[in-house]
């Protein structure tokens, strides 16, 4: 079955309030058994999309199937999806065994079925002989786990999961991202993940899905997102970048002439298939950029002065600034860094495919 | 060092405590001393109190005239709870849950009545029901009835004045309630395959049984004692242990004997504060009024 759509929504839309378009005419295929992650700012819509999917909210417009069942109009409890909520949402008077157990006994499974699947479930989770405990006496990332064990013991066909390590610190998320990854290559089930933190997404999905205002921005391969954005909005979204704006010049047939006024530069780029006198910007990231007094044949470069240097443990940022008074990134390793210093008039230098030109 | 601190503070807990303890000691401890001291006296010939010692008024409260309005107050107050909570409820879950627009005025619309004294409302109840009132000649000019409802006067009536004169009480508990209430949770539930009902039954009932105790306990515990309603809407054909007293303290002008029923009221009511107790105090260390 992998690599069919498992989940498609077909032109959603949700307004609230007949004004405020939260989603708008959103179109999204997923293939089962992905680790696919919903990714964007704040108030992009991604929760909402989530909620729709669950049930949580109906569509204003468009159509949810899920393993070719149109679910568009179902109650939550008729949907064959489960939620790990942002704050967990575990029932604060029931324990931890009740929590997990919950799903089962609302299908009415065994009872001796639900306390094996139940055990099962806290082995899995390394939650076991907490069984007796309250939610109050939790910590966060305990939580975190019951909260997923819940979700998870009900076999869903896709698990639903909504800024599920927002609350907690930093070496916990680390920890917690790594063991959801192990969980969902594991289970195979197909997880629908959202978050705003960009490593997270590129670490651990097979899929990014970028969002702003309500629409899909580009769809791909973590690798392929950062490499080959479409745009200047994911391209900063995904990490850091260097936007450098310019138009292009003579086109011939594999490359371009990228002309930037304001530099007094010209340089060839590949071809992007823009027409003379179009404006056509490259996103250069900080690492594949270096600083050198003599740039290589071939290499694309500006001139720049070096403004600041900030060493950052494994590697030390440099800030240039150009002609035209742009300031340039740089990220170079301890090893191959250069040993320019504050004032240098130097070249920062890069090869041209690590450029990808983006449309302005 | 902490008993000079102590020592320091005394003066100061004294002028702030000492007035409302003076207050609750002349007020509220000494004449229920008095009560439970008259209900062991005897009633003279002209109504007045002889203070010789005797069980006796106790004794006549087992006669079965007693024990059956005894019951039939307690059966009554247990109706009008019970209506109470069923009424209230999916209100007071509206009002939660409502707009930040609606839900002042929805809390407005309970309380209106509740700022307003209870005998004019008790009379406009009977405005409202008696044979030839607003809703029977309302419902005869529609053809929905050919002879009027006997509204008034009987259990019914008794019963419709309580839970109206009651509902506040009910509903104002269980709002607190449910507003603290994390929908979330009822979502939770849904996801999990949790039919409304299951919703219900397994989330919101048990966490809102805080409001859900306090909320029968003010309505049970005042709705024993409330004797206008139904002297007003049962006329004398509605005697509850709330009417008794009053009728032997005005009436009858037997004190030792109404003191006696009192003492037996207040003791249930203790019962029924401790039974309250036993376990609201469990719901989850929150919210036990």
Known sequence: MAGDVFVRLSNVSKRFDRETTVVNDLSLEIEQGRFVTLLGPSGCGKTTTLRLIAGFETPTEGAIVIDGEDVTRKPPHERCVNTVFQSYALFPHMNVYDNIAFGLKMKNVRKDEIRSRVSEMLRMVRMEGFESRMPSQLSGGQMQRVAIARAVINNPKVLLLDEPLGALDLKLRKQMQLELKRLQRKLGITFLFVTHDQEEALSMSDTVVVMRNGSVEQTGAPEELYERPKNAFVAGFLGETNIIEGKIGAVEEAEAVLVLEQEERSFRIPNPGYAPGEACSLSVRPERIRITSSPEVGEAWLRCTVKERIYSGSLIRTIATTVAGKDILVDESLEQRSRSADGDEVFAAWKPEHAVPIRA | ?289
């Open chain 2, 1 to 289: 060092m902490r008993e000079r601190t102590y020592g320091a503070r005394l003066p100061g807990m004294l002028v702030t405590v000492l007035p409302a303890a003076l207050w609750m000691l002349a007020f509220f401890v000494v004449p229920l001393l008095l009560i439970v001291a008259v209900s062991f006296c005897t009633r003279g010939e002209v109504g007045d109190i002889v203070y010789t010692f005797t069980p006796h008024n106790y004794a006549k409260l087992l006669h079965p005239l007693y024990g059956s309005i005894f019951v039939k107050s307690l059966i009554i107050s247990f109706f009008t709870t019970l209506l109470c909570l069923l009424f209230g409820y999916p209100f007071a879950f509206i009002v939660a849950t409502a707009g930040k627009r609606l839900r002042p005025l929805l809390l407005t619309l309970v309380m209106l009545p509740f700022w307003t004294n209870s005998l004019v409302r008790t009379y406009a109840m009977i405005i409202l029901l008696r044979t030839e009132g607003i809703l029977n000649t309302l419902l005869r000019w529609a053809g929905l009835i050919d002879e009027p409802l006997r509204l008034m006067y009987n259990n019914t009536a008794v019963m419709i004045g309580m839970v109206y004169m009651m509902f506040p009480f009910m509903v104002l508990p269980l709002y607190a309630s449910i507003e603290k209430l994390d929908m979330r949770l009822l979502e939770a539930a849904d996801d999990l395959g949790a039919t409304p009902l299951r919703k219900f039954l397994h989330v919101a009932l048990p966490l809102t049984k805080a409001g859900i105790l306090s909320g029968c306990l003010l309505v049970f515990v005042p709705s024993l004692a409330l004797f206008f309603v139904t002297d007003l809407m049962g006329g004398s054909k509605v005697v509850l242990m709330s009417n008794l007293i009053k009728n032997q303290f005005l009436t009858a002008r037997d004190w030792p004997f109404g003191s006696a029923v009192s003492v037996v009221l207040i003791l249930v009511m203790i019962a029924a504060i401790a039974l309250y107790l036993r376990h609201g105090g469990k719901v989850d260390g929150k919210e036990a009024m």
